[in-house]
């Protein structure tokens, strides 16, 4: 896999200018993006860090490179802007020296298949992180893990099928359940402003969007949108899950600092993956649902 990590880094730098430490965990979001898939909240997670850094003096548990890739729908402002604030973040922190080749963000451009085969064998981490209860299915998380790559995700869509046959031990859970994330939106129990106001680092990443600090040479307001539509709607839970996430992104940097142990989870991913062969899936369907047998040919 660090040959494969070698080859995206040097198409990273070929094509962006970028540089990347190949030794550096390379966590990985490649998908369409939209709100509920919550790319917002992975970027909220590194703007944490680097607040932490810049502020409190903390650094990253282990070097680690972010890597985004995806598309927003034409008139999707909300998925555009997202994109803006990645974008955003990964200038200001790729241009920071203090933190060398310990923080790097990526924003893959125009992602597609030929992108995807550079970037889903190098994965060290996958992000499958949306609202539980949102994800219908999704199979690139299924890509991801027979490559080898841990999964990050919370307990919906496909990532329960991974969950089952991986192992808890070899997968990073996080986050709500769907009936929770249910029961709050029917009860109204979700109040963004109390996770504001009872948690200091929620209430700096929050403050940040809000007074224009990853739009230095921009307009101030630029991400307030993100801002209002977190603390006065937060329809995903972004704020619910905020806490659960920055722990189990500590535990996988802490985690990927054992090579064995973490060589050991990789090798469950990929060895439990047969399950989700095209092959096994053809036959379910041929016997379950089209009610069909193999037809055999002259040779028998």
């Excluded at 999704?138 to 841990?150: D, P």
């Excluded at 940040?208 to 040479?217: E, K, M, T």
């Excluded at 062969?277 to 193999?294: F, G, K, L, Q």
Aim: hydrophobic share 40%; glycine share 6%.
């Amino acid at each position: 896999q660090f040959k494969n990590k070698e080859r995206l880094a040097n198409f990273i730098e070929q094509t962006m200018g970028i540089s990347l430490n190949p030794h550096a965990i390379f966590d990985c979001q490649v998908k369409r993006i939209h709100e509920y898939k919550r790319q917002l909240l992975n970027a909220m997670h590194i703007m944490h860090q680097y607040l932490s850094f810049v502020e409190d003096g903390v650094e990253p548990t282990h070097p680690k490179v972010y890597i985004f890739g995806g598309k927003a729908a034409p008139s999707y402002d909300f998925a555009k802007l997202t994109i803006k604030l990645i974008n955003n973040i990964a200038n200001i922190v790729n241009n920071d020296k203090r933190l060398k080749d310990l923080l790097k963000i990526v924003f893959v451009p125009d992602y597609k298949v030929s992108n995807a085969e550079l970037i889903i064998p190098a994965a060290d981490v996958s992000e499958q992180i949306s609202t539980a209860g949102f994800e219908a299915s999704g199979t690139s998380n299924m890509k991801l893990a027979m490559n080898g790559a841990l999964t990050v995700g919370t307990l919906d869509g496909a990532n329960v099928e991974i969950l089952r046959e991986v192992g808890e031990e070899n997968f990073y859970l996080f986050g709500l359940t769907a009936e929770e994330v249910a029961e709050r939106h029917q009860n109204g129990t979700h109040k963004p402003w109390d996770y504001y106001n009872n948690d200091l680092n929620i209430k700096r990443v929050m403050d940040s969007l809000q007074s224009g600090f990853w739009a230095p040479n921009e307009d101030k307001d630029l991400f307030a949108p993100i801002f209002q539509n977190i603390m006065f709607k937060d329809f995903y839970m972004l704020l619910a899950d905020f806490e659960s996430y920055c722990q189990i992104q500590e535990k996988i940097s802490a985690d990927f600092k054992d090579r064995l142990l973490w060589g050991k989870k990789s090798l469950f991913n990929i060895a439990r993956s047969g399950i989700f062969s095209i092959d096994r899936t053809v036959a379910e369907y041929a016997r379950d649902i089209w009610h069909v047998t193999p037809a055999r040919g002259k040779n028998g």
